[in-house]
């Protein structure tokens, strides 16, 4: 519906919509020819060029109020107060007399510590997208509403001057803390809107002793013990904490305050390049009306291609949480009794389960390792490792150690147990060995949950340093030690000494200057 709201900087609008009901949204993007009906009822919309999140064209401004908490460097680059000033300008300027869409709701389902968000695009996909994503107020929540912070995703406008400014192209996301505002401009791609307020979330929060994670999070029905899974890309997180004896609380993006866990989201975006709905039935499921796709191929009467990465291997869907049947209502449970690091290894050095203390926990957050398999390219044959701090490093606004520290002090206070699961390869690398099977991944998170698990029948791994089980349940001993499964132990130790020296490698940065989060001696051992 028409509102007569101010937009601060905003003048003359043509007009604005606010907070439109789904069936208003799919007017507007049908009149304006934005989106596609698929034969699943859902939408489907082209970002243009930009088809996954610009990294390089993302900046904080560098003012008196982050200066200290702010983790410069590569992902969180400094910009200046003038040229941001400059660009906010020609960004209201650009939305200016224009017809502008405004998403007011909410990031966090906690009531007392959610941030009050205010989105204003000129695209009715982008505000669908943000009603789809973010927590919807109800019509009491919007008579008094005052946002905490405000986007302006201008994506029509392109800064042209972007070489006189010192940045990396036309396209930026900008983020001033103090003023709480970001401003977007050159890229179409709806995730940077959900990010940066996950970015934003990631700043403010653990300044208040609340704990922003990326991870997903579920809750047993029976004994209503929560779990979080940690995990990168292609490690199972979705997968995993999507489980049909667990309520869903949330897949992506979360909150650990003095109550316990909630999701910082009201809806889920989910890949679906190659989706099938044997394997992934509700997320398939949820792919209907209110669903909004991009970037998919179509075929004969608007059949979704879920197998096309015609325009890129990052198709997604965006949809309200309330698409999965099996799902926590309030989007919130208890303080964890389990967290789970995921971590696809295609060295097929690390066992299928590992039971960690709260400082191999605190050692394995910061490192964040999983392994991408080895590319097409001729002559690339060996995995690739990848270390990502707290699991998101693109995402953590201030030093990872931060969010370790906040990690540690909850585990310990909360008496959480932390379990490391390799979803990746064994009996050999990638090539040689095989893909531990769902089943078996699946059984090990219900012997965690079941208890099966809590014995004292565990032999270590001195590389490694990881505590390996020797029982659960019927399963073989010997898939449970990865040594066993290797046709050449001899190969398999050499393996395992060139990882463990990856992970000695990459945790040196965190070692400068006597540092307390010295976690080292609870790593490998090159």
């Known amino acids: 519906m028409k509102t007569m709201i101010q937009i601060a900087g905003i003048k003359s609008p043509k007009e604005i919509f606010r907070n439109l009901s789904y069936d208003e949204i799919f007017e507007h993007e049908q009149r304006r020819s934005e989106t596609t009906v698929t034969s699943q009822g859902a939408m489907t919309v082209d970002t243009g060029e930009f088809t996954g999140r610009s990294p390089k064209d993302k900046y904080i401004v560098r003012e008196p109020s982050c200066e200290k908490n702010v983790d410069w460097g590569k992902v969180n680059q400094p910009v200046s107060e003038e040229i941001f000033n400059e660009l906010f300008e020609k960004v209201v300027g650009h939305l200016d007399g224009k017809s502008l869409y405004v998403f007011d709701g909410f990031a966090g389902a906690r009531k007392t510590t959610q941030l009050k968000l205010r989105v204003v695009s000129e695209r009715a996909w982008q505000h669908h997208f943000c009603t789809n994503m973010?927590?919807?107020?109800?019509?009491?929540?919007?008579?008094?509403?005052?946002?905490?912070?405000?986007?302006?995703?201008?994506?029509?406008?392109?800064?042209?001057?972007?070489?006189?400014?010192?940045?990396?192209?036309e396209v930026f996301v900008m983020f001033h803390l103090a003023k709480r505002i970001a401003i977007i401009g050159g890229t179409e791609y709806g995730g940077e809107m959900k990010k940066g307020i996950f970015s934003v979330m990631n700043y403010y929060k653990p300044l208040q002793g609340i704990l922003t994670m990326h991870c997903s999070a579920n809750v047993g029905k029976e004994r209503g013990d929560s779990a979080l899974f940690f995990g990168l890309s292609g490690t199972g997180k979705t997968t995993l904490s999507t489980d049909p004896k667990r309520p869903l609380i949330g897949d992506d993006e979360h909150g650990w305050d003095d109550e316990g866990i909630w999701n910082l989201e009201g809806g889920c975006y989910a890949k679906v390049i190659n989706l099938n709905p044997d394997d992934e039935p509700d997320i398939y499921g949820a792919i209907k009306r209110d669903a909004?796709?991009?970037?998919?191929?179509?075929?004969?009467?608007?059949?979704?291609?879920?197998?096309?990465?015609?325009?890129?291997?990052?198709?997604?869907?965006?949809?309200?949480?309330?698409?999965?049947?099996?799902?926590?209502?309030?989007?919130?449970?208890?303080?964890?009794?389990?967290?789970?690091?995921?971590?696809?290894?295609?060295?097929?050095?690390?066992?299928?389960?590992?039971?960690?203390?709260?400082?191999?926990?605190?050692?394995?957050?910061?490192?964040?390792?999983?392994?991408?398999?080895?590319?097409?390219?001729?002559?690339?044959?060996?995995?690739?490792?990848?270390?990502?701090?707290?699991?998101?490093?693109?995402?953590?606004v201030l030093h990872p150690t931060r969010y370790a520290s906040l990690?540690?002090?909850?585990?310990?206070?909360?008496?959480?147990?932390?379990?490391?699961?390799?979803?990746?390869?064994?009996?050999?690398?990638?090539?040689?060995?095989?893909?531990?099977?769902?089943?078996?991944?699946?059984?090990?998170?219900?012997?965690?949950?079941?208890?099966?698990?809590?014995?004292?029948?565990?032999?270590?791994?001195?590389?490694?340093?990881?505590?390996?089980?020797?029982?659960?349940?019927?399963?073989?001993?010997?898939?449970?030690?990865?040594?066993?499964?290797?046709?050449?132990?001899?190969?398999?130790?050499?393996?395992?000494?060139?990882?463990?020296?990856?992970?000695?490698?990459?945790?040196?940065?965190?070692?400068?200057?006597?540092?307390?989060?010295?976690?080292?001696?609870?790593?490998?051992?090159?």
């Open 134 to 169: 973010f927590i919807r107020p109800t019509t009491q929540d919007l008579e008094s509403f005052a946002p905490d912070f405000t986007i302006y995703n201008a994506s029509g406008f392109s800064n042209a001057d972007f070489k006189k400014h010192g940045l990396n192209s």
């Open 292 to 396: 909004l796709l991009e970037n998919v191929v179509l075929l004969d009467q608007n059949r979704v291609d879920y197998s096309s990465a015609k325009k890129t291997e990052n198709t997604r869907v965006s949809y309200p949480i309330f698409h999965i049947k099996n799902r926590v209502e309030s989007l919130m449970g208890p303080h964890p009794e389990n967290i789970i690091f995921l971590t696809c290894d295609a060295f097929g050095v690390l066992p299928p389960v590992a039971r960690l203390t709260a400082e191999q926990a605190m050692y394995h957050f910061l490192s964040g390792y999983t392994a991408k398999v080895a590319g097409t390219e001729r002559g690339v044959t060996e995995p690739s490792a990848t270390f990502s701090a707290c699991f998101g490093a693109a995402f953590m």
């Open 407 to 526: 990690l540690g002090e909850k585990m310990k206070k909360h008496n959480v147990k932390a379990w490391l699961i390799n979803t990746g390869w064994s009996g050999g690398p990638h090539g040689v060995g095989s893909r531990m099977k769902i089943k078996l991944t699946r059984s090990i998170i219900d012997g965690i949950f079941n208890g099966n698990l809590d014995h004292g029948d565990y032999v270590h791994d001195d590389v490694m340093n990881l505590a390996i089980p020797n029982r659960l349940g019927d399963v073989d001993k010997k898939v449970l030690h990865p040594w066993e499964t290797w046709s050449d132990r001899a190969a398999y130790d050499a393996q395992r000494k060139k990882l463990a020296g990856m992970f000695v490698e990459n945790f040196k940065k965190y070692l400068s200057g006597g540092s307390e989060f010295d976690f080292s001696a609870h790593g490998p051992k090159a």
